[in-house]
């Protein structure tokens, strides 16, 4: 199937607007590559471009190993599905999966056969005497894929395909596709700004803020090793926990990364304790996921911080405790809205797709501002001070760790928080990977 490579990729639009700046990127044979950022970072427009339907400005794409940029989008055996798909209404289920076969002359007895195939590869094949108005949204989804798989494309393309679909189909479908354009080995480029999805659905993940492209990797690699602070705080739920740290080195002692008012310590032995001791005297900023975060007993040793309750959220499955340290969070621009992990309820959950509706109508970013329920206490606190000049945020952290669900404790709570050292990232006031190649 078609192998797809971008060099040094740009579009800039005739307004000006840079919609994607200087992206290379290839997509191997067969594989499931998802292209995620958030809105109005490019990831159409990449799309757009490897179709066909729109030039780069700068850059090379290729096709197969071949310079494709001249070559018109009929010749490039691709087939794309959109979030706003449109199916004919006129014509039925049946029709509708045959009509690109149609168009290419292909005789009605083979057409038939290839539409019943793929109808009921995708579990459709019992309503394809239907008109499109007679289907559920799921159903409806399935066959616009079914109308790009019937021409055997060498590459998918797939602009926010489930996107109009609530949350429950949007899981099932997201498997089923995944598993389909693996079985039928089609390479694919899936776009989505849902993390969660990326993370479920991929092969590798390239991740795009502004029109650059940020990191590429495996669901694994981008998540377990971020090369960025943006990465980091785009990808998980809940949240990374970035906090700022300056470093004080302890020769052959320890690296000490002081919080504000605690302290955590790398030991001189450890393998990452040098690449963090060049920011002696400096800022940096420490990232640490929930899963590095244990709660235990008052007075346990070791690397351990204190930290009271500030408010908690309940999502069935677990709690989250946030915990006000003394440190101060670093908040990260443009994670264009809040995290959407398809398993939220009741009126966060609202609230949520509200910002997340605004933020879009508006195009204005989240800033990591995610509208959660409002702890009732400290509210003075969250103001957030805009610190140097440059992207990041700074304001009292929040730190956030699972609990087990509805716990006996509540706001004002004391707990103390065993760290995984091995678990923490660091990055500097550039928001680039401290620590690259010394693990
Ligand atoms: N024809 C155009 N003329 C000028 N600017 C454009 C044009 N098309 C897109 N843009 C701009 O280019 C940038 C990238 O747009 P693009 O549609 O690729 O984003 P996206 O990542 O797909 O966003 P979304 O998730 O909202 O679909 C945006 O700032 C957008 O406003
Ligand atoms: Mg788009």
């Avoid at 019992?126 to 798989?149: C, E, F, H, N, T």
């Avoid at 693996?182 to 480029?189: A, D, K, P, W």
């Avoid at 007075?299 to 911080?305: A, C, E, F, I, N």
């Avoid at 195009?363 to 969250?382: F, K, M, V």
Wanted: glycine share 12%; aromatic share 6%.
């Amino acid at each position: 199937m078609t192998t797809v490579a971008l060099k040094d990729v740009t579009k800039v639009f005739p307004d000006g607007t840079v919609a994607v700046d200087n992206v290379s990127l290839d997509v191997n044979d067969g594989e499931f590559m998802v292209l995620l950022g958030p809105s109005g970072c490019g990831k159409s427009t990449v799309l757009r471009m490897v179709a066909g339907l729109e030039d780069p400005t700068t850059g090379a794409i290729l096709l197969d190993g071949e310079l494709a940029n001249d070559l018109p989008p009929r010749d490039r055996r691709i087939a794309m599905v959109f979030q706003d798909f449109a199916l004919y209404p006129h014509m039925t289920v049946g029709e509708n999966i045959g009509f690109p076969l149609r168009l290419s002359g292909v005789d009605q007895q083979p057409r038939g056969e290839r539409v019943a195939d793929v109808a009921s590869a995708l579990g459709i094949g019992d309503v394809l005497a239907r008109k499109p108005s007679q289907l559920s949204g799921g159903q409806r989804q399935r066959v616009a894929m079914g109308r790009a798989i019937v021409r055997r494309p060498g590459l998918f393309l797939m602009d926010e395909p489930l996107s109009n679909l609530d949350s429950g189909l949007r899981a099932e479908l997201r498997a089923e596709i995944s598993g389909l354009v693996r079985e039928l080995g089609v390479s694919t480029i899936y776009v989505t700004h849902d993390q969660a999805e990326a993370l479920t659905m991929a092969d590798r993940v390239a991740i795009m803020r502004k029109g650059v492209l940020q990191d590429v990797g495996t669901p694994t690699q981008v998540y377990g090793r971020p090369a960025t602070l943006y990465v980091a705080a785009f990808l998980g739920s809940p949240r990374m926990n970035l906090l700022e740290a300056s470093v004080y080195v302890h020769l052959d002692r320890y690296v000490a990364l002081n919080l504000g008012e605690q302290a955590l310590y790398l030991p001189w032995d450890d393998i990452r304790a040098r690449a963090v001791a060049h920011y002696h005297g400096e800022r940096i900023v420490v990232g640490m996921r929930a899963e590095a975060l244990t709660p235990v007993a008052p007075g346990t040793p070791g690397d351990v911080l204190q930290g009271r309750i500030r408010y908690l959220e309940h999502h069935g499955h677990e709690s989250l405790a946030f915990l006000d340290i003394g440190a101060t969070a670093i908040l990260v621009d443009d994670l264009g809205g809040p995290v959407t992990d398809g398993e939220e309820t009741g009126g966060t959950s609202r609230l949520r797709r509200f910002g997340h509706v605004m933020q879009r109508l508006t195009g204005r970013s989240g800033g990591g501002e995610a509208p959660r329920t409002e702890p009732t206490t400290g509210q003075g606190n969250r103001t957030s001070v805009l610190s140097d000049p440059g992207r990041h945020h700074r304001r009292p952290a929040e730190l956030a760790v699972r609990l087990a669900p509805y716990p006996a404790v509540s706001a004002g709570h004391p707990l103390a928080i065993s760290v995984r050292m091995d678990a923490l990232h660091f990055f500097d006031e550039r928001g680039d990977r401290i620590d690259v190649g010394w693990r």
